[in-house]
């Protein structure tokens, strides 16, 4: 499995819009939003053509105005790493 988080910033006035596109994309989740429009996002795929091609995703999703990478993990069996 990988894991990744990504800060995203929303256009002016396009947050709830973009949180909601987001929200309907599989494997990420929102867990923080400021006023301002920047997101806390995390991604989570069984490969990494699957993490490039959701982060690509987010970078071109309507009211998006950047996306970046700040902590990428991979878990090869994440059952047994607990």
Do not use: F
Not at 17 to 28: D, K, M, P, S, W
Not at 32 to 57: F, H, Q
Request: glycine share 6%; hydrophobic share 40%; proline share 2%.
């Amino acid at each position: 499995m990988n894991v990744s988080s990504v800060i995203v910033n929303a256009r002016d006035g396009q947050s709830a819009a973009v949180q909601e596109l987001l929200r309907q994309q599989a494997g990420i989740e929102i867990h923080a939003a400021s006023p301002e429009g920047k997101l806390i996002v995390t991604i989570e795929t069984e490969s990494d053509r699957e993490t490039i091609a959701a982060y690509e995703r987010l970078g071109q999703t309507d009211g998006v105005l950047s996306a970046a990478m700040v902590y990428h993990q991979i878990e090869s069996e994440p059952d047994q790493e607990i």
